[in-house]
Each structure stands twice: as structure tokens, then as C-alpha cells.
């Protein structure tokens, strides 16, 4: 049953392209515009449906409807695979709920989620906080120059790889880091500081390794606003933060919130950071995912729970895009 | 209530580049002054330094009789019109009106009794929902006039508003902004390069060029008594006979130029010897004989019809054409092109001052 969806796949891809392609000259509003077909004749109108079905078939469609299915099955060893235990089945999904060995709630996995999606909404806000002004600097305040040196300081420690960053970082926070040893040199505390605990160090690194990706929406949105605008504000009357919240803010929302978004959604998806910067006691949730398939090879189990985190994600970003009245399409404006 | 506005010898400089130089007047209260120039000649940095976004590099800007330094854009009591208007996009006709109420904290009943009063000043009743894109290019300039006007400024400040229009609209707004001055009777200083609307709505205008202001005067003034050879082409057609002075007293000067001595006017004083430029306006020239010294002859090169008046144009020196014009109502015989034809002028209406720097074309 389920392989015949596989099979049909395919087939579903290519008719919605070759519509798509049929279409697409009535959207173009200039009444000579020609089809896709008459402008790339048959032979190669084809080719190139049939190349972009496939590509978008092979590495868009199929790998997550596969993961799909495979959250809806059983873990089974090779040999049981398509035998009579290879039924659907909800107990993946129902394990995150309820532990299957003693039937307790599972505690541990639904704080490990709840504390990975408000961590990386705490990361978001953070990133936010920072990237703002210094997107509202380079795009209406700065000179050229200054601009160019400040995206340059921006861009170039990225070329330093995750794991450097990642662990350089951690010495920088130890206990016995330069930070620790400032601190008390200093006299401001008698005993170092558990930031690596308190996951002072998860924070920080989750907001240095998403910084751009919340920069250059911002940056973008917040430079194509009219100078003017600024000012008319300004003269009205209008103080500094009055301006940013009723002029500047408004405008470059669809920026603020296709910034956020990805920032959310990466932060709460990523595995690097988490992993060699939060503390003893702290379980991201992508850490559990990744030991059900490589640890524990439940790879039933792993994919109901991605999909669980990506549903949890995409709750919340359309939640958040309700509240603050954005519309999706603005944010990839 | 109007404040008058008074520049004390305001200079401003960008690095090395002198925008304004040494710019001093006085604008009266209640007063419409206008800067006439063309762009770049520092008119925008003089209202700039006004509103306050923008601290001059020597000299002192005063309204009221108060000095204006370090005093900000959003404490002045100066109200600005921005050359694209700058309206907020995401708010409404009556949120825009009303932002300079709303950041001074008047509640939300009282600002919306005060849009719908300024929505009736500027003709646009009941429409304060709408957004701003939902408006015509006439009444989105109207609704800055609204917005500008709603903080209840001392002086209005306006940066060539009506450039975005069409020319009937433009005419219209002329006479709308004119009007909207005399009621609310405030001091209005407005930029712009056409001189068109310079001299029909103000009471008093400064021409400026290359960051100096060349001469201050009404409309007429300006018009009839340049000052200088820069103000003298810049406002209004003109056509400059340019020579040396062959003769000169207090009443009047003989320039000789390429078309032999010519008579003007000699209110600067130019001496026997001075390099000079004689003016003498399209619609002072005639077509025929008169005196010697006051007659041009040439080719006419071309003859254009435009409804009201006709233009001859005349081979001139150095490429530059002779321009006439008749009214259509006079009874002249119109030279044909290609033929030669003399033309003459009254005296008086012509116009020697020193040689100077003209207006661009």
C-alpha cells in the first residue's frame, strides 16, 4: 500500500510541473508572452520539467516522506521488515507522551522540548536585541566606511569553524577561564561562576552562530526605508525610541520576523552548539533525536520525534506571526 | 502664532566644500519667504539648518529671537514639508495628521476631532481612514500640509513640495498654498527652483547661487531690478548683450557689444571701461527701427507660435539666441525666417550690471 504511494510520487510531481508550466503563461499579464513550451520547444520544455521534478522529487519530496512513513512503523529488525509485525502505528509519537517501559509520562523528553523551543525563543530575542541597532547603525546612521569595516568584523569570524568557535568559547567561560579569573582578580566574586552550568555558554554561542542569519534580513529591511521618513518623524516632534517603535520598527517588520523565524528554527534545530556548550543537566532536544538514530538505531522513534520538534517550531512561528500580525509572505518578501 | 526666523551669518561646510556662505536676513513674521536657485546652490542646507537637522559651522540661526543651536529637529517650533512628502506609508490619513499630537500625548478623542478639523482645512472631509497609497498626488500633498500644520507650528517649511506634481496641479497648489498661509498666518519659508512659484506666492524672495544669497526683494524687485547678472538671467527669460562700457553716468550706460553700442540703465554704478553685461527682456524687445543705440539687427532664425504670445528668436552672439516676444493682440508684422529683421527697445527697460556668472540654460 505504502509503495504504491511511493511509486505514484513521481507521477503527481511531474503533472503539477507540466500544469504549473501550462499556467504560467496566463499569470504573465503581456498578451504576447509565450508559453514555456513555445519559448523552450517541446524536446526541451521537457528535459527541463523532468529535470527540476526529479531534483525537487529526489531531494525535497522523497527523503521526508520516507521519514514520514517510517514514523509511522514499528522499530523492526531488518528481517521483520514487511513481514506481519510491519504495521502503522502511533507508538512512536505516543512515546514522547507516555514512557512505553513503565508507563509514566516521559518527563524528561517533554522538558528536554519545551526547554529547547524557550531556549531558542530566548536565543531569538537575544540575537534581536543585538542585531538592531547595530542594523539600524549600518543601514541609516553610518558612514560608508565605517559600514564597510563593520561588516567586515561581522563576516570574517565566520570563516572560523563551529567546533573552534564552540570550544574556544568554552574555555574563555570555564571555571578557571579568563573571564572566571577576571571576575575574581577583580573582586567581584570570591568564586567562579558556573556559566558553563547555567548555560550561559549555550546562549552565547547558539546567538554568535545565528547573528548573520538575523542580520541580514534586518539590515536588509531597515535600508530600504526612506531617510525621510526618519526625519518627518523627528520633526514632528518625535523622540528617538518613538521613532523606532512607530517608524522603523513597522516598516522592517516583515524583515524583523523572517529573521527571527530563522533564527528560531535554527537554534532549536541545531546539534553543535547545544552539545559542546550546555551545561551537565541540560538536554537539547535534537540531542535526543540524534541518539535514537545513532545510538540507539530507532529510527522510527528518531523520526516521530523530529517531526514532533518541526511541528512544535512551526506552531510557535505561526503563533508568533499571528501576535505580531504578520502575514508568511511578508517574511520572504 | 508666526515667529520670524533670522540667519546671522550662516555658514555651512561639508570637509571642504562650503554649501552656504555667510548668509544673513531676516524673515518677518507671518511672512511666505521663498529661496529661489538652482540645485546645489545651497538653499536645501539653509532650510535644513532651520529645521534643525543640520547645526550650521559658523553663525547663529534665531526664531523668535532665540538662538536655535543645540536645539534639536524635535524641539524647534518649526514644522517641515519634505520634497517627497515622507508620509507614513503604514498609517492612515488621519494617523499621519495626527502623529505630532499623538507623540506630544494628547488622548485619542481630542486627536481625532483635531483630524477631521485639519481633514475640512485641506478639502479632504471623511477621508481620514483611507491609507496613504489609496490618495492622488494632490491630496497625499495636502495631507503633509495637514500634518505639518497639526503641531500647530510657529514656521512652516516647505522643500520644493510641489515638484512631484503635474503643472495644472502645480498651478493649483500655488494658489491652495497661498491661500492656506493667509489663514492660518504663519511664516512659511519655501525652497524650490521655479521661479514661476516663487514670484506668485511670496511676499518676499532671496535668490541664491553657489551657496550666496545674490539679492533679497518682492517679486517685482527681483524681477524688474536685479542686482545682479546671475539674478538677472536667472529669474525670468532675459537676453545679455555682454561688452565693455564705452560710456557711462549716473542715469544710464552705453555697452559696446557685438551689436554695435547698446543704451541701458546703470543702477550699480559701472564705470567707462567695466567689463558689463546689457539685459533687456523678450517682452521689452519690438520688432522695427528706434534709436541707434537701442536697436539690434539680425537674422531671425526662427518664429514659434505659443497661443497667447509668439517667440522670435534672432542669431545672437556667442550662440546664444535673441528671444522676442509678441503679445497676440499686437499688430505687428511677424519677419519671416531666414529674413533680416531690426529690433528695438525703450531705454529704460534695459538693464547694464556688472559682468557676472549667468544661469545655466
Redesign the interface.
Known sequence: MSRLFVYLIPVFVIAVFMVMAHFERRVAHDPTHRGFFDRNGTVLGIAFIALVAFWTLFLVVLPYLYMVQESFHPKLVAAERGGPKDILTLEQYRSFFIQPTDGEVNTTHLWAFFFSLAASAAVTVLNFAICYPLAYYMAQAGSVQKVRLLMLALIVPYWVNEILRAFSLRLLLASKGLINQVLMGLGLTDAPVDFLGNNVGLYVGLSYAYLLVMMFPLYNAVESL?K??I?????????WW?IHK??VI??AKPGIASGCTMVFMLSAGSLAAPQFLGGPKTLWFTSIVYDFFFQAFNWPRGAAYAFLLLAGCIALVMLMLRVFKVSLGETIR | MSADVELDRVTVRFGQFTAVKEASLKIAGGEFFSFLGPSGCGKTTILRTVSGFLDPSEGAVRIAGKDMIGIGANKRPTALIFQNLALFPLMTVAENITYGLRVRGMNKADRRKRADELLHLIALPGQGDKLVSELSGGQKQRVAIARALAVEPQVLLLDEPLSALDLKLRQHMRNELRAIQQRVGITFIYITHDQGEALTMSDRIAVMNNGVIEQVGDGKAVYDEPRTSFVASFVGENNPFAGRVAKADRTGAVVETPFGLLRGRNPNGVKEGDKAILFVRPEALRVGEGPKDATVTSTVLNVAFEGNASHIFLKGADKKDITLTVGRLERVEIPEQGSTASVTYNPDLGLVLPEGKLARE
Open positions: 526612506d525621510n521618513q526625519e518627518a518623524a523627528r520633526d514632528l516632534g518625535a523622540p518613538r512607530d517608524v513597522p516598516y
